[in-house]
Nanobody, 134 residues
Framework: EVQLVESGGGLVQAGESLRLSCAVT????????VAWFRQAPGKEREGVSC????????NYATALEGRFTMSSDNAKNTVYLQMNSLEPDDTAVYYC???????????????????????????WGQGIQVTVSS
């Protein structure tokens, strides 16, 4: 059974940094993708970043690239989201999500790039609150 558990959230002041962690268990192969999403009160869930655990390729939401960095420690089955220069608009519940990597049925097969579409992820953590005060 795949499980994702987020940690590291909390209350910080604007301009400070925070690192979220997501412990991923249950995948029997290394070829999977992990993503971070967030949802602020009254707003839709939005993609933050995603990465392939196997090859390290990653994508970011354009507006967040440069302030947010996603990384992984495969030995610990943990992914991280380093968030710098936090702003009050970053206040949200942050979710970790994962699913198996998909491949184009070409010859040779080509991996599909990690995506920030939430419908592409079957497994979700419970979410963790990040609050940035002004």
């Amino acid at each position: 059974e795949v499980q994702l558990v987020e940690s590291g959230g909390g209350l910080v002041q604007a301009g400070e940094s925070l690192r979220l962690s997501c412990a991923v268990t249950g995948f029997t192969v290394e070829d999977y993708v992990v993503a971070w999403f967030r949802q602020a009160p009254g707003k839709e869930r939005e993609g933050v970043s995603c990465m392939s655990i196997k090859d390290g390729s990653r994508n970011y939401a354009t507006a967040l690239e440069g302030r947010f960095t996603m990384s992984s420690d495969n030995a610990k089955n943990t992914v991280y989201l380093q968030m710098n220069s936090l702003e009050p608009d970053d206040t949200a519940v942050y979710y970790c999500a994962a699913d198996f990597r998909t491949w184009f049925a070409s010859n040779p097969p080509i991996p599909v790039a990690p995506t920030l579409e939430p419908d592409m992820y079957s497994y979700w953590g419970q979410g963790i609150q990040v609050t940035v005060s002004s």
